[in-house]
């Protein structure tokens, strides 16, 4: 086949892209265990590892630039190019709300969480499979996929709702909890912005995809 | 004239709707087919070519690509064993009709070949030649210096008409006979491969021309080069030659949409150096 070596670089952009996926994977669990465990040397190191996110995504920046001005793709490696673009901003931008929930361990200091975690890993639960599905359907051009996960996003707005009201009533209840409800609030809104992104992941797979510029799910918040 | 919904639809590739109802068009090309001797080298061809506006032919060597364009102004007519049959209607008269006078058409429809080929007489000359055979009556060197204006050459040859136009360079040269096509006020321009023999400046340069003379004149410009098609074509055709070597219009769509999101499998694998 012609144009071997493109082939191969645009294949290893798209692994690269994968890579910072598992990144922020990774960030996303890590934040929510810590917090869980309200471990600050786990936290900090969170915080720390967000650079290399940082990082690793100027690096796929300047790999796809690099393609573009020496192989002057068109068509669909072209759309490729421009989801990639788009999609390492989304996972840079996750990787800041891991470290988001993570600055919130630190700020707990020496209190105790306001109450055990329930909604909120599974809003992380949820949130991180449709992250990983999204990239899945990234790597596999999987269109349909891409509108079953934007659909999920739902979902987690619901927990979100559901946390919400919680902490509300917590507020209510007894006004010096307010500071730890908000600090718990802030976490539920940092993964229901991931979700949120991993939305706007599947609108641009599905571009890439089809060449039509669609959004999926529009959100509440 | 306009587009038809029904008119763009009868190629049997994808041509997207949005050009219904929208542009007018000079070239409207029904049913063309062209043969070199035995061999048939343009295959039923239907598609209207928007007016002032550049229009670029892309595709594989062989493709039919310069045969098409040489049929839009008769140029197949000195051709050897050439023949051709359908209907090209120029702003609604058809150019292919034997009454139709050849000499007539190629003045209407001016054409740049892809070497510069100036006469081998003076700057000044080369652009009033054909005007004066087409009995201009003018003032000549206002249409000489309006002609090389227009072509974006005054200012490098103003001093020195009366030099040969052999001893230009090679991007000045093709942009003299840029001029010396539009002396004669031709309606359209064709444009076959004209920075093919160029370097990279030279061709920005007649690139930047054709934006400014589309205002003016409907442009068809043939080009191997995808990157110049992209830059300075609104309306893209991509053609492809099938098992029997006839070249057939695949596609052909505006060239945004062409180069990010072809409609036709050929057209995405071509483009996108899968083939060819």
């Known amino acids: 086949m012609p144009r071997e070596v493109f082939a191969h670089e645009l294949h290893d952009l798209q692994q690269q892209v994968i890579e910072l996926g598992s990144m922020v994977d990774k960030a996303i669990a890590s934040s929510v265990e810590a917090l869980s465990a309200l471990d600050a040397e786990e936290a900090r190191k969170i915080i720390h590892d967000d650079l290399l996110i940082n990082k690793k995504r100027f690096e796929i920046e300047e790999q796809a630039l690099n393609l573009i001005a020496t192989q002057q793709p068109l068509a669909r490696d072209l759309r490729v190019i421009a989801a990639v673009l788009n999609i390492i901003i989304d996972l840079e931008r996750m990787g800041d709300h891991a470290e988001g929930i993570a600055k919130i361990v630190l700020l707990h200091g020496s209190e105790g969480l306001l109450k055990p975690l329930i909604d909120v890993p599974r809003m992380a639960d949820k949130a991180r499979s449709m992250v990983r599905r999204s990239l899945d359907a990234f790597l596999s051009l999987n269109v349909e996929a891409t509108r079953a996960i934007s659909a999920e996003d739902d979902e987690v707005d619901a927990l979100h709702d559901q946390v919400y009201r919680e902490l509300i009533s917590y507020m209510i209840e007894d006004p010096r909890t307010i500071t730890r409800a908000t600090y718990l609030m802030w976490v539920a809104h940092n993964l229901e912005r991931i979700a949120d992104r991993a939305t706007n992941i599947c609108e641009r797979v599905a571009f890439m995809v089809t060449g039509r510029m669609e959004e999926f799910n529009v959100s509440n918040y | ?276």
């Not at chain 2, 070239?27 to 061999?39: E, K, P, Q, R, V």
């Not at chain 2, 000499?103 to 070949?113: P, Y």
């Not at chain 2, 491969?193 to 054709?210: G, H, N, Q, R, V």
């Open chain 2, 1 to 276: 004239m306009v587009v038809t919904q029904a008119q763009a639809g009868n190629v049997g590739s994808p041509f997207i709707e949005s050009l219904a109802g929208k542009v007018d068009v000079a070239f409207d090309i029904t049913g063309l087919n062209m043969w070199y001797g035995s061999l048939h080298a343009l295959g039923d061809v239907t598609v209207q070519l928007p007016a002032h506006q550049v229009t670029a032919l892309i595709g594989p060597s062989g493709c039919g690509k310069t045969s098409l364009i040489r049929c839009l102004n008769r140029m197949n007519d000195l051709v050897l064993n050439a023949r051709v049959t359908g209907e090209v209607l120029f702003h609604g008269e058809n150019i292919l009709s034997p009454e139709v006078d050849a000499a007539l058409v190629r003045r209407r429809i001016g054409m740049v070949f892809q070497k510069p080929n100036p006469f081998p007489k003076s700057i000044h000359e080369n652009v009033a030649f054909g005007a004066r055979v087409n009995g201009y009556r003018g003032e000549m060197d206002e249409l000489v210096e309006k002609s090389l204006r227009q072509a974006a050459l005054w200012d490098e040859v103003k001093d020195k008409l009366k030099q040969s136009g052999l001893a230009l360079s090679g991007g000045q040269q093709q942009r003299l006979c840029i001029a010396r096509a539009l002396a004669v006020n031709p309606e359209a321009l064709l444009m076959d491969e004209p920075c093919s023999a160029l370097d990279p400046i030279a061709t920005y340069k007649i690139e930047e021309l054709l934006a400014e003379l589309k205002q003016r004149y409907t442009i068809v410009i043939v080009t191997h080069n995808m990157q110049q098609a992209s830059r300075v074509s609104d309306y893209t055709g991509f053609l492809l030659a099938d098992e029997s070597r006839t070249g057939r219009l695949i596609e052909f769509s505006p060239t945004a949409q062409l180069f990010t999101n072809p409609q036709d499998r050929r057209t995405e694998d071509y483009i996108t150096g899968r083939f060819g």
